[in-house]
């Protein structure tokens, strides 16, 4: 991954791993968590801290909170999973679906609008139980809830608007969590999601209303979402603008499986470079082959260069594919002392690239190494200046 220059990963911290059993902590869990966050720091990789679920649990023929959460009786027999899709599964002596392949009646996402899972998310929004994880240097903060539910729809239908439960309900829940972790950690990121079909933000505000403590959590699939990965970008950078917080693009299909992936990727980082976002993957597992080697393609389509620093206001940045070419427009600060730097993937970049600065003499360039080009503004520019790097690949 450091080698496509992917410098940042969202790692997977589900609660049931973290207290299996009702207030015992699971230390070998929570020692693999900060071992793991340690390997990604020993090769310059940042770590997401994700309190991910898919489907909230095994009894709705998903994972994430621990199994003693939902009590194999606490909903009537009519109204247990995946009712009303169909009526319940059969289940074996702790509740869970027997046989297991029940589970592949409907696409998987339909499983959260059932009566069970709506009510027990409902359930989890007012509970105070948690999990924690001691800070390290590479850590970003903490991902509250990987794609949070509504709630209880069934008890209340307005949910089911665009941007409803996000202030209804989920402003509320990220409040309470964010207060508790920073009685630990008060500078730690707290990074927040909305509903998963979303136009736009229900959020009035952001978690404790400090939007430089906040980040802003979102996903593209479609659906859910019903416009295209350039409409949404744009939409949650108006979020991101009316919250006066930071936004990350931190879930998109991010594998090749059934043929149109490909194309959907390269428009995904296209936009994300148009948008100026940055982004994180899910399921990194699908980066590799069976020997352990990246697939050409998808390691293509995620070393891209990017700027990780500039040393002014970016107006934009592309990276044309098929020509080789990275194009960074900016307008210069000469109070800054520091550099813009362009992170070039050795993949993409095998050779030393071909670099071209206008206007010339604006920039002095020097190679901080074989993956990193640093570019200090030139003493002679007194005033701000509007300047254009373009980076070529050498064949």
């Given at each position: 991954?450091?080698?496509?220059?992917?410098?940042?990963?969202?790692?997977?911290?589900?609660?049931a791993?973290?207290?299996?059993?009702?207030?015992?902590?699971?230390q070998?869990?929570l020692?693999?968590?900060?071992?793991?966050?340690?390997?990604?720091?020993?090769?310059?990789?940042?770590?997401?801290?994700?309190?991910?679920?898919?489907?909230?649990?095994?009894?709705?023929?998903?994972?994430?909170?621990?199994?003693?959460?939902?009590?194999?009786?606490?909903?009537?027999?009519?109204?247990?999973?995946?009712?009303?899709l169909?009526?319940?599964?059969?289940?074996?002596?702790g509740?869970?679906?027997?046989?297991?392949?029940?589970c592949?009646?409907?696409?998987?996402?339909?499983h959260?609008?059932?009566?069970?899972?709506?009510?027990?998310?409902?359930?989890?929004?007012?509970?105070?139980?948690?999990?924690?994880?001691?800070?390290q240097?590479n850590?970003?903060?903490?991902?509250?809830?990987?794609?949070?539910?509504?709630?209880?729809?069934?008890?209340?239908?307005?949910?089911?608007?665009?941007?409803?439960?996000d202030?209804?309900?989920?402003?509320e829940v990220?409040?309470?969590?964010?207060?508790?972790?920073?009685?630990?950690?008060?500078?730690?990121?707290?990074?927040f999601e909305g509903?998963?079909?979303?136009?736009k933000s229900?959020?009035?505000?952001?978690?404790?209303?400090?939007g430089?403590?906040?980040v802003?959590?979102?996903?593209?699939?479609?659906?859910?979402?019903?416009?295209s990965?350039?409409?949404?970008?744009?939409?949650?950078?108006?979020?991101?603008?009316?919250?006066?917080?930071?936004?990350?693009?931190?879930?998109?299909?991010?594998?090749?499986?059934?043929?149109?992936?490909p194309k959907?990727?390269?428009d995904?980082m296209?936009a994300?470079?148009?948008?100026?976002?940055?982004w994180?993957?899910?399921?990194?597992?699908?980066?590799y082959?069976?020997?352990?080697?990246?697939?050409?393609?998808?390691?293509?389509?995620?070393s891209?260069?990017?700027?990780?620093?500039?040393?002014?206001?970016?107006y934009s940045?592309?990276?044309?594919?098929?020509?080789?070419?990275f194009?960074?427009?900016?307008?210069?600060?000469?109070d800054?002392?520091?550099?813009?730097e362009?992170?070039?993937?050795?993949?993409?970049?095998?050779?030393?690239?071909?670099?071209?600065?206008?206007?010339?003499?604006?920039?002095?360039?020097?190679?901080?190494?074989?993956?990193?080009?640093?570019?200090?503004?030139s003493?002679?520019?007194?005033?701000?200046?509007?300047?254009?790097?373009?980076?070529?690949?050498?064949?």
């Open positions: 991954m450091h080698d496509m220059e992917m410098n940042v990963v969202r790692l997977g911290h589900p609660w791993g973290a207290e299996p059993i009702r207030g015992e902590y699971n070998t869990f020692d693999i968590m900060n071992e793991q966050t340690k390997l990604a720091e020993d090769h310059r990789i940042y770590v997401l801290v994700d309190v991910h679920q898919d489907k909230l649990a095994r009894q709705f023929c998903g994972h994430g909170v621990p199994d003693w959460f939902v009590e194999k009786d606490w909903m009537p027999n009519s109204s247990r999973s995946p009712a009303p169909t009526k319940p599964c059969t289940t074996d002596s509740g869970f679906p027997s046989p297991t392949a029940q592949e009646q409907f696409p998987w996402e339909m959260y609008g059932t009566y069970a899972a709506s009510n027990a998310f409902g359930r989890l929004y007012s509970n105070h139980d948690g999990l924690g994880m001691h800070s240097p850590g970003r903060g903490y991902n509250l809830l990987n794609e949070p539910w509504a709630g209880d729809v069934w008890a209340n239908p307005l949910l089911w608007g665009f941007g409803v439960a202030h209804m309900v989920l402003e990220w409040n309470r969590a964010a207060k508790e972790i920073h009685k630990v950690e008060n500078d730690t990121l707290i990074w509903t998963a079909w979303d136009i229900g959020f009035n505000d952001v978690p404790l209303g400090d430089s403590k906040t802003h959590s979102f996903h593209y699939y479609h659906p859910p979402q019903a416009w990965i350039w409409n949404t970008l744009k939409n949650r950078d108006i979020d991101n603008q009316r919250l006066k917080t930071a936004g990350v693009f931190t879930e998109l299909t991010f594998w090749y499986r059934d043929g149109s992936e959907d990727l390269a995904a296209r994300t470079d148009a948008h100026m976002v940055s994180m993957g899910w399921g990194y597992e699908d980066l082959d069976s020997s352990g080697q990246p697939k050409p393609e998808l390691a293509k389509q995620n891209r260069p990017y700027p990780a620093a500039v040393a002014g206001k970016a940045y592309d990276f044309e594919e098929l020509l080789g070419t194009t960074l427009k900016f307008r210069s600060d000469p800054m002392d520091a550099p813009t362009i992170i070039m993937p050795p993949s993409t970049f095998p050779k030393k690239p071909f670099i071209a600065i206008e206007p010339e003499g604006s920039m002095e360039e020097y190679q901080k190494d074989n993956r990193t080009l640093a570019l200090f503004t003493k002679s520019l007194q005033t701000p200046m509007d300047i254009k790097v373009i980076i070529q690949v050498r064949k």
